[in-house]
């Protein structure tokens, strides 16, 4: 149970890769904090060094008070479940669950009483005297975490720890690392390329693209206000539609226009772009595939159907709109009933945004215009 | 029917499949059993026999009559008491210095560990008998560099015959022995410790394992089957200790650096006693294998 504070931390490797620039964070007591990218972002990387297992470039590290950058991984008081689970294979599950205890001297009793709770918690008490081979996947990755939680660290780290298990597996242990975290109530740094584990999981998530924290926000503030067009493209499945649009301040209204079609600004989207006196200009407009909706208005942008796809309770429909690809989502209740298994390939449709619901980027920053 | 991971084969498949691995295998077979399998299999019949290897005078059976002799042979003994102790002084020493070294580079930049497994691996490669002699001249009794040198810092007194004095002559040939062992195992370990999975020392150094502990507890597990293998070769390497001894002492002074091996040879192949010879090696094969399975018992039990 403690605080973190990264301060501009720097990871350069021998060779001169920059893998983290400048990453700053403060993470409070009992937070769980999801770092989140495509691979290669350099998640690992920044949990690694929390861990002290590399060594931090530039910039400090505290946990708790205490600057750390100089501590070794033993005695920061951490525990790490691997990617690769890193399981010892010539120790039982017992002895890889109690080998933490034990080399910090806790007497026999409590290191059993310890164990034998952290296998009820995580439903492997069937498997304590078996061998890491003699497991299953799923059974494994509970081992793993096991050996993390019988040790009430400061910290409890975690690099993809799902990514190795199948798609149903990782709903399943999703669910049971919620559960988990109520169990054992300290700092969560968890990390992951998964959208859907870092929105479900994360009280606040990291995203960050190339060794740069791109935002910094609660699962709903990424959602809503993505800071720029990959936070708005990386979150979000099936992924934000961008369209090239055109924004023209006019007297004290802002007017905006997509492919020659005039779209609706909402009330607050007004008040905010005209606090931050946002000039006319060319924009990139984003809307999400849930929110786009079909319409039969007059001014509504065109699109024809290029594959239509029936997911059960709704359907993804992706069209081409004047050359580029969009996707929009239609729940089934809302479509007639000749169109509720879907649409034929090259049907005509007309869309519309809803006007609260988009999303103004700068072409040239990429960065969200309020 | 059974489902398999592996497609499975027809019949006819497999069966020519089976047919073309022992052709290919055929070459080598050949090769084993006509210098392997016959001259062992002709090693424990002719032990039976007091055996010139010479047409003009028969072999005469002499039933265990070889064994009994060698029983009694106060040389063979001295010889089989030498070969246990270079064994049981050699086989550790080896492992743990190789262990130690190949620690101490294994981390090391490519330059520098391709630069140290040459040192070490250079006695193995260079022929036995130019180490030799470089070797007899260092330990030579008036102008050798050991006394030379003992001398010089006053160490010593007067010369050290190394190798004409019974007290010090087996443990020259063990120092011998050592440098040429080393080369291998040092290699062998260097990889062995490249390979040990990373993330489990990470994990342990997470787990509060101090460097010694995550040695024990991590490395030393992983590299079990080849430390097994290095204290197999290294054993079967000493018990068959023979260049040295020839080049160098003769199994002298007063058979103080006597070996089986050599022994057999000078049996063999200098008395001409082929059938007496082969009845050491008969011996001689038996310890190997029974400490080599001794080795294999152990690391399992571990
Ligand atoms: N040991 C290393 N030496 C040099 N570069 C590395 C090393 N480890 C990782 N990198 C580089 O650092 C970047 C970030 O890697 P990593 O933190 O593993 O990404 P992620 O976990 O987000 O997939 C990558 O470009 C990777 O190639
Ligand atoms: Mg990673």
New interface residues.
């Given amino acids: 149970m403690a605080t973190l504070q990264l301060k501009n931390i720097k990871k350069i490797y021998e060779g001169g890769v920059e893998a983290v620039h400048s990453f700053n964070l403060d993470i409070a007591d009992k937070e769980f904090i999801v770092l989140v990218g495509p691979s290669g972002c350099g998640k690992s990387t920044t949990l690694r060094m929390i ?3 590399e060594e931090i470039s530039e910039g400090e590290l505290y946990i708790g008070d205490k600057l750390v950058n100089e501590v ?3 005695d920061r008081d ?3 479940v ?1 990617q ?1 689970y ?5 120790m039982t599950v017992y002895e890889n669950m109690s ?2 205890l034990k ?2 001297h806790l007497p026999k009793d409590e290191i059993d009483q310890r164990v034998r709770w952290a296998a009820e918690v995580l439903d492997i008490t069937k498997y304590l005297d078996r061998k890491p081979k003699a497991l299953s996947g799923g059974q494994r990755q509970r081992v793993a975490i096991g ?1 993390a939680i019988v ?1 009430e660290p400061k910290v409890f780290l975690m690099d993809e720890p799902l990514s190795n298990l199948d798609a149903k597996l990782r709903n399943q242990m999703r669910a049971e690392i919620i559960k988990l975290r109520k169990k054992v109530n300290t700092t969560f740094i968890y990390v992951t390329h998964d959208q859907t584990e870092a929105m479900t999981l994360g009280d606040r998530i990291v995203i960050m693209k190339d060794g740069w924290i791109m935002q910094i926000g609660t699962p709903q503030e990424v959602f809503d206000h993505p800071a720029n067009i990959f936070v708005a493209g990386f979150i979000g499945m099936p992924q934000m539609n961008f369209f090239d649009g055109e924004l023209a301040k006019n007297g004290e209204k802002y007017q905006l226009t997509v492919n020659g079609c005039p779209v609706e600004i909402g009330e607050s989207l007004q008040q905010a772009l005209k606090e931050k006196d946002v000039p006319s200009k060319k924009v990139i407009v984003g809307c999400r595939p849930e929110h786009i909706e079909l319409s039969s208005a007059d001014n509504a942008l065109k699109a024809t159907v290029d594959v239509s796809e029936m997911m059960g309770s709704e359907i993804h429909l992706h069209l081409n709109c004047e050359g580029k690809d969009i996707v929009i989502r239609v729940p089934s209740t809302k479509l007639s009933a000749e169109h509720r298994g879907g649409f034929e390939f090259g049907t005509d449709l007309k869309f519309a945004f809803p006007a609260d619901l988009i999303h103004l980027f700068d072409p040239e920053t990429e960065n969200n215009l309020i | 029917m059974k489902q398999t991971n592996k497609p499975s084969m027809s019949r006819v498949l497999r069966r020519r499949e089976t047919f073309s691995a022992y052709l290919f295998l055929l070459p080598s077979l050949i090769f084993f059993i006509g210098f392997v399998i016959i001259p062992m299999v002709l090693c424990l019949y002719t032990s039976f026999f007091d055996s010139k290897l010479n047409a003009n005078t028969p072999d005469v059976f002499v039933g265990f009559a070889n064994y009994v002799e060698l029983w009694r042979d106060p040389v063979f003994k001295k010889a089989l008491v030498n070969t246990l102790v270079i064994v049981v002084v050699s086989v550790p020493t080896v492992a743990a210095f190789s262990l130690w070294v190949a620690s101490a580079i294994y981390k090391m930049k490519d330059w520098m560990l391709s630069a140290f497994r040459c040192i070490f691996y250079l006695p193995v490669v260079t022929g036995s008998v130019a180490v030799t002699v470089v070797w007899k001249w260092m330990y030579n009794n008036y102008y050798g560099i050991f006394n030379y040198v003992l001398k010089g810092v006053g160490a010593i007194d007067n010369n050290i015959n190394w190798l004409g004095n019974p007290s010090t002559a087996l443990w020259c040939i063990i120092i011998i022995l050592f440098t040429t062992s080393v080369g291998q195992p040092i290699v062998l370990y260097v990889s062995a410790l490249g390979n040990v ?1 990373a ?2 020392v ?9 460097n010694l ?1 995550s040695f024990w ?2 490395k030393w ?2 590299i079990m089957p080849t430390t097994l293998y290095i204290i197999v070769i290294t054993t079967i390497n000493s018990f068959q200790c023979f260049a040295l001894i020839q080049l160098l002492t003769s199994g002298g002074p007063n058979n103080a650096t006597q070996t089986v091996m050599y022994y057999i040879y000078y049996t063999a192949f200098k008395l001409y006693r082929f059938g007496y010879g082969n009845a050491m090696g008969i011996i001689l094969a038996i310890f190997i294998a029974v400490l080599s399975a001794f080795q294999f018992w152990l690391a399992k039990e571990k």
Wanted: net charge positive.
């Fill in positions: 861990a002290g297992l070794e991984p033993k951490i525990a790490m691997f690769s890193a399981l010892y294979p010539y080998f933490a080399l910090r050996r040790r | 999975d993330s489990l990470e994990a342990a150094n997470v787990d509060g394992a101090n502990q507890k991590v597990p992983s």
